[in-house]
């Protein structure tokens, strides 16, 4: 089955503490995105991937980083979260950088930080 | 500034109510709107892309058009498994590879 997974689902973590979320496709696609969400001010663009080693900021990436290594996966990692980062991410992957296909998105991981 | 903006931010319909959602959008050279569905606790589920003003899709009871300034996502005679927010999407003018989306609508369906 077509599709994107992400670990874990849900997290409560502390001020400072690293952290990494997974995430993974198995349609061999290209374009790899990461989200977060939060009332009032919908969907924002955390970072995104162009293909394997080549990833670039969206509006905002302050506090994330993350890496792509291969061309499944696109972990998105905390190096020191904070309260403010307090969200629900989703993983996202669409066939190619062009931007007519449309995206695949994960379940969503719910993190709270304490 | 790119920006995308919809409304209702929530919109309460009984069971075979039709009504219109609206996206409208400031972006230069527009390349593509993508309409999608969220369910409360799931990703975003992909709708439709419309490319250019004039173009219509369908799906079942929704129906999707574009015009130069906005898109509206008409539902027609909806259910309550039709109860969502709906969200819709463009790329950035500078940036295409980036996705900027609009705050979504609430469809509420009562029977």
């Known amino acids: 089955e077509a599709q994107v997974t992400q670990n874990p689902r849900y997290l409560i973590t502390v001020t400072g503490k690293k952290l990494t979320v997974t995430c993974s496709q198995n349609?061999?696609?290209?374009?790899m995105s990461w989200y977060r969400q939060d009332p009032g001010l919908g969907l924002r663009q955390i970072y995104y991937?162009?293909?394997?080693?080549?990833?670039d900021k969206g509006d905002v990436p302050e506090g994330y980083k993350v890496s792509r290594k291969e061309k499944r996966n696109f972990p998105l990692i905390l190096e020191s979260p904070s309260p403010n980062q307090t969200s629900l991410y989703f993983c996202?992957?669409?066939?190619?950088?062009?931007?007519?296909?449309?995206?695949?998105f994960g379940p969503g991981t719910r993190l709270t930080v304490l | 500034e790119d920006q995308v903006t919809q409304s209702p931010e929530a919109l309460r319909l009984q069971e075979g109510e039709s009504s219109s959602l609206n996206c409208s959008y400031t972006?230069?050279?527009?390349?593509?709107l993508f309409w999608y569905r969220q369910d409360p606790g799931k990703g975003p589920e992909f709708l439709f892309t419309?490319?250019?003003a004039g173009e219509e899709k369908e799906k079942e009871r929704l129906k999707a058009t574009l015009t130069k300034k906005e898109s509206f996502l008409h539902i027609t005679a909806p259910k309550p498994e039709d109860s969502a927010t709906y969200l819709c999407?463009?790329?950035?003018?500078?940036?295409?590879?980036?996705?900027?989306f609009g705050t979504g609508t609430r469809l509420q369906v009562f029977p």
């Open positions: 999407a463009v790329p950035g003018s500078y940036n295409t590879d980036k996705l900027i």
């Open positions: 991937s162009m293909n394997v080693e080549v990833t």
């Open positions: 349609m061999n696609h290209e374009y």
């Open positions: 972006v230069s050279g527009l390349r593509g």
């Open positions: 419309l490319y250019s």
């Open positions: 996202a992957s669409s066939l190619s950088r062009d931007r007519d296909n449309e995206q695949f």
